[in-house]
């Protein structure tokens, strides 16, 4: 019987490492005379292996396997065919193909195609308006379309969003709301006067829509009466002419008392009520709504299941034209990816044919400002917190816009103005007339 | 095959089936299960390896292979995976290997700038919810076009650190002067164009470095360099379409969406790559104020981040720029399939005494990771109340009833507060003031309201703590 011998090709990690500089290893004047050959090439030892050189070494040896295999069909015994040369590496990374074909080198490109992803959705959101015109029956300068995307957000190339997101800002009727100091700053003159603010917001900021809470109805603060807020928001309607929101204070049977008296005494403006939630009365807000020509929003915490929930039961009631839906913005770095994944399957899901989540998105982006990287003092290499504030508030309503949000409520003027940029490019959808090469690009401009 | 399509029953159908317990589950359908998950590794079945198993392995490696290719730069411990991605949406699966940030520097800087951009990149670190967020890559570009510039440049960066490098000239005699210095560490090559893709090949082959195909604003041409590429050997590619100012960021999302896409669901050939994005190209237009360029750099790294880039260049290293930036990378590529929340129960903070706070807080794990750290780095010895909120954090918790002065009451007494402390006083979030009157009515146990955010609890607890007030 044949004893069976190993023998260990001594390459030392050195070795391997000149070896890497080489495409090519040929062995001259070497006579192979063996049974079994295991071959184990280390990836320790700095450099790790070329997975090229690898792959040639494998199929220089599956030659010799050939041919000792022949010699030995012809001296008798036997050869086992090569297992394939396993890599100790991450999973991802593929296993060494065990003979790859040595191809002859090209000489010129290979021509391609790329495919223009087919979208082909079923879904479409609804058409959403917000305000009234004199001609619509109000007294907006302006009214505003939202929804009727049948693609997701910005594949411009499938389906170019049909209507522009709205961009509102947060106007508070209570001058002790907590704010932010970069946020405070813009409008610590106005706290007291809430029409003023609103007109500031419009005028000097360029908000599209005025988004007022009501916080002065709070039973915990000042527990205003139905017909003070009523007054506030006539005051807003005078101060601005773009279309409002009108946002409640989170206390379900205050806020109905309020919707109420308002939706009884401004009657068609189309006001966007902020909002209706499963734990209200939800016949009668609903009703209200509808009586009245009115938009809701569908307030549910980032769960798919009840924002489906919710509209359905508002169906019974309201048109699906009169539905915008808010599944809740957490802010970056505190929930963002949860708000993000939410919305991303709300609009997903209803673009595939969901009928009871294909309504505009609301986001209240603002609440960016809840991370504490959004306002906190830090070391001087974050600062200044004046930069660091708003652009935390960008990201956070551009990743949203990404998902599909339609209406953004927000705070600092400079996301406010960035933001709205963002919406202006990507509308207009223009390709470059020339292309830059970001390698050679000189900072700075030129 | 999309990743969320594949059962473990089609991946056992192919293992050895012998339950020999080797790679440490109990059973090979066990160990099949979390293959599909993506929890273990193929080469942990070690009877795989075997030579009877040869198909299979291959077959199996079909299946479970990422539709995106994983590449590896750099070497040893700050070698960086791009790419290794099953799906589209985060929501279909999750996504693995966050993007690679790359800071940029060129042959014709300064030294200063130069050096200072390095040590940001290998210092800077910001601790998040436990994890320490820093940056990864080097990106040196031959701005001069000179190779004996472009050799001391990357020498110079590879003094300076050992984080991965990725080397940019399209001059092939430019590039192989810096790559022959540092080939060893695997830099990655900026790259192979339609007019130097031969030569571009040939120094990945001679140096065994992985190689980007860049064909900026011509994605037929893009895809033409990568499968010429392929036809090479080469096997390591990575795929740059360009990256367009902020103007046309319309341009940015169909490009890599249609790449990304393409890849995922036509499972097309030779855009299986990861994709590099360079939200820098934000400096190449003059503005009033560099910040504009930084601000509008942070603004497309954000949308290349959410759109499917696995490695962005950015040239800002301003902390205020930076830090949305890997909040964002890091909050996405978070595994959506793990749980939001924390268990509920009291936590001992330090070594309190029966006179020691006891503060509260709900079970969101964001929420609750926060409040802690803060506590601990304040160093304030107190039991903290984690609340079953569903796991959602103090502020919506309370607006939509997770939160309400019953579960409270209900916390307090199930974790027996009343065994650990002796007074019966309990500082509740500030933003969930307005349930301070229940809960002192349900719990029995009078109630302060603590600072809006627990960055302020040392403060508040130094100033105001007091377990017996009148």
């Given at each position: 019987m044949a004893k069976e011998r190993k023998v260990t090709l001594p390459i030392s990690a050195d070795l391997l490492e000149k070896l890497a500089n080489f495409q090519e290893i040929e062995l001259q004047d070497v006579i192979i005379d063996l049974e079994e050959i295991e071959l184990s090439v280390s990836?320790?030892?700095?450099?790790?292996?070329n997975p090229v050189i690898m792959n040639r070494m494998a199929a220089e040896f599956a030659l010799i396997r050939d041919s000792a295999s022949r010699m030995s069909q012809v001296f008798g015994g036997g050869m086992p065919a090569m297992a394939p040369m396993a890599m100790p590496a991450q999973y991802a990374v593929a296993p060494v193909a065990p003979m790859a074909p040595i191809k002859a080198k090209p000489t010129s490109l290979i021509p391609a195609k790329t495919t223009i992803p087919p979208g082909d959705y079923v879904g479409e959101i609804v058409e959403v308006r917000l305000g009234a015109t004199k001609s619509e029956g109000g007294t907006r300068s302006v009214s505003y379309t939202l929804g009727g995307q049948t693609?997701?957000?910005?594949?411009n190339f499938q389906a170019p969003p049909k209507n522009k997101p709205i961009i509102a800002l947060d106007v508070f009727d209570w001058a002790k709301v907590p704010l932010s100091k970069a946020v405070k700053m813009h409008f610590r003159e106005y706290l007291q006067d809430t029409g003023e603010w609103a007109r500031v917001c419009v005028e000097k900021y360029g908000a599209e829509m005025i988004n007022l809470?009501?916080?002065?109805?709070?039973p915990l603060i000042d527990d205003a009466s139905p017909k003070s807020a009523v007054k506030i928001v006539e005051d807003v309607l005078q101060a601005v002419d773009v279309p409002i929101s009108i946002g409640g204070c989170g206390d379900p049977q205050k806020d109905l008392a309020v919707f109420t008296a308002i939706s009884e005494q401004i009657e068609g403006e189309r006001l966007l009520i902020n909002s209706v939630t499963l734990d209200m009365d939800i016949e009668k807000s609903a009703k209200l709504i509808n009586d009245h020509d009115n938009v809701v929003v569908a307030f549910t915490s980032m769960d798919v299941n009840k924002a489906r929930e919710l509209n359905r039961k508002l169906y019974d009631h309201v048109d699906k034209s009169q539905i915008v839906m808010d599944t809740t913005t957490a802010a970056l770095g505190y929930g963002l990816d949860y708000a993000f994944t939410v919305m991303e399957r709300c609009r997903l899901a209803a673009l595939k044919g969901d009928p009871e989540l294909n309504h505009p998105m609301s986001s209240g982006t603002t609440n960016a400002w809840a991370a504490r990287e959004a306002w906190m003092k830090m070391g001087p290499e974050f600062a200044p917190r004046e930069l660091r504030g708003p652009i935390w508030e960008t990201i956070t309503g551009q990743t949203l816009l990404l998902t599909g949000v339609d209406y953004f409520m927000m705070m600092h003027p400079a996301a406010v103005n960035a933001l709205k940029q963002t919406i202006d490019n990507l509308m207009k959808g223009k390709n470059p007339t020339e292309t830059t090469n970001w390698v050679t690009v000189t900072v700075g401009g030129n | 095959m999309p990743a969320k399509e594949l059962s473990p029953i089609q991946i056992y159908k192919l293992l050895p089936g012998t339950n020999c317990v080797e790679c440490g589950e109990t059973n090979c359908m066990a160990f099949a299960a979390k293959l599909v998950n993506r929890e273990a590794l193929l080469d942990e079945c070690t009877p795989l390896l075997a030579t009877e198993y040869t198909e299979a392995f291959a077959e199996l490696w079909g299946l479970l292979k990422p539709a995106v290719k994983a590449v590896e730069v750099g070497t040893g411990e700050n070698a960086l995976t791009l790419g290794g991605e099953y799906v589209l949406y985060r929501h279909d699966f999750t996504y693995f290997n966050e993007p690679a940030i790359a800071i940029d520097v060129s042959d014709d800087m300064e030294d200063e700038e130069f050096e200072t951009r390095v040590h940001v990149l290998n210092d800077f670190t910001y601790n998040y919810i436990g994890m320490d967020l820093t940056l990864d890559m080097l990106s040196i570009r031959s701005t001069s076009g000179d190779p004996v510039k472009f050799a001391e440049a990357v020498k110079k960066a590879n003094d300076l650190t050992r984080k991965p490098l990725m080397l940019c000239s399209h001059d092939p005699k430019v590039m192989e002067k810096g790559l022959e210095l540092v080939a060893d560490k695997r830099p990655l090559i900026h790259g192979a164009t339609k007019d130097n893709w031969s030569e571009m090949a040939e120094l990945a082959l001679k140096y065994g470095c992985p190689i980007v195909a860049y064909s900026p604003g011509d994605l037929d041409t893009l895809k033409s360099i990568a499968l010429t590429l392929e036809e090479y050997g080469l096997e390591d590619i990575v795929l740059d379409p360009g990256t367009q100012p902020i103007e046309h960021m319309s341009t940015n999302l169909d490009i890599f969406t249609t790449l990304r896409w393409d890849s995922i669901n036509e499972e097309e050939e030779g855009l299986g790559y990861p994709l590099l994005g360079a939200p820098?190209?934000?400096?190449g237009v003059a503005e009033e104020d560099p910040v504009l360029n930084e601000w509008n750099e942070a603004q497309l790294a954000g949308a290349l981040i959410t759109r499917f880039t696995d490695m962005i260049v950015v040239h800002g290293i301003s902390g205020w720029s930076i830090l949305p930036q890997i909040f964002l990378r890091s909050n996405l590529y978070t595994d959506p399939r793990k749980p939001v929340a924390v268990e509920a129960e009291v936590i001992t903070i330090g070594s309190p005494t029966e006179d020691s706070p006891v503060l509260m807080t709900t079970n969101f794990a964001l929420t609750y990771y926060t409040v802690a750290n803060d506590i601990e780095n304040a160093k304030v010895d107190s039991y903290l109340l984690v609340v079953d909120s569903e796991g959602m954090s103090v502020e919506s918790a309370v607006a939509g009833r997770k939160m309400t002065a019953d579960t409270v009451a209900e916390a307090i007494k199930e974790f027996k507060l009343e065994e650990k402390v002796k007074h019966r006083n309990i500082i509740i979030p500030g933003r969930s003031a307005r349930l301070s009157g229940e809960i002192q009515e349900a719990s029995g146990w009078s109630v302060s309201v603590g600072p809006l955010d627990s960055s302020g609890i040392a403060k508040y607890v130094e100033e105001k703590w007091n377990p017996y007030p009148e």
């Open positions: 990836s320790s030892g700095g450099g790790g292996m693609a997701p957000a910005f594949y809470h009501l916080l002065t109805i709070d | 820098m190209v934000a400096w």
